[in-house]
């Protein structure tokens, strides 16, 4: 991959970190079972996703919002049971037992 230097010459498609199979991969983790694959998936997209918004000079929000991250975040949820926000919601309990713990 060309280095940030030749963007000029080359054009910003040159540097873009993202490609067609980290999307592919997006759409792939919605429909996995393991939950360690999802987190190590997670990983891999936002430092690329983070790479190219700090190379397109976007910021974080911008990473923070993509959809690549926002799709694999949403699994992540959907799998711990946390996407429901009611009061029996897990990560309610999981805050409680969290303070309990650290006290």
Known sequence: MPSYTNVKAI???????LTLRDWEDAWYIQSACNFSGV????CDAIKKV???AAARKLGWDWADRHPIV???SDKIA???GTQDC???NPVWKAYDILEVKTR
């Open 11 to 17: 054009g910003i498609l040159a540097y873009l970190r």
């Open 39 to 42: 987190a190590y998936g997670l």
């Open 50 to 52: 983070r790479d190219e």
């Open 70 to 72: 926002i799709l694999i």
């Open 78 to 80: 959907s799998m711990c």
């Open 86 to 88: 009611g009061s029996d």
